[in-house]
């Protein structure tokens, strides 16, 4: 399984960017995937996560209003579109992808529930 993640940049605060994950060799086709990020000296945080198969968005706080989670099945990509950004959105940015079964909709918030990492694309937001 890989999971390639790309679109991160150097972007002044109120711009936008947007993210692209790619993934191959997924066991299933009804993975849910997903967005984590992890800023310098904090701990890895959940972005967004949707289900592939069936209606269902998952966003954290901080980031609900402003960014958007798509996804293209013919594909398999998932896409994170960030607007309205912050310097405080400044991350790594981590693609993810559940490996077995169809989590329930909390599940969806905690990183134990995604089998699969991609490598991470850096945000860096200049205020």
């Known amino acids: 399984v890989q999971l390639q993640a790309s679109g991160g940049g150097l972007v002044q605060a109120g711009g936008s960017l947007r993210l692209t994950c790619s993934a191959s060799?997924?066991?299933?086709?009804?993975?849910?995937m997903g967005w984590f990020r992890q800023a310098p000296g904090k701990e890895r945080e959940f972005v967004a996560a949707?289900?592939?198969?069936?209606?269902?968005?998952y966003y954290a706080n901080s980031v609900k209003g402003r960014f958007t989670i798509s996804r293209d099945n013919d594909n398999n990509r998932v896409y994170l579109q960030m607007n309205s950004l912050r310097p405080e959105d400044t991350a790594v940015y981590y693609c993810?992808?559940?490996?077995?079964?169809?989590?329930?909709?909390?599940?969806?918030?905690?990183?134990?529930?995604?089998?699969?990492w991609g490598q991470g694309t850096l945000v860096t937001v200049s205020s």
């Open positions: 993810v992808a559940v490996g077995e079964g169809n989590p329930i909709s909390s599940a969806y918030y905690r990183p134990s529930t995604y089998s699969y």
């Open positions: 060799g997924l066991p299933h086709s009804r993975n849910g």
């Open positions: 949707m289900r592939k198969g069936a209606p269902g968005t």
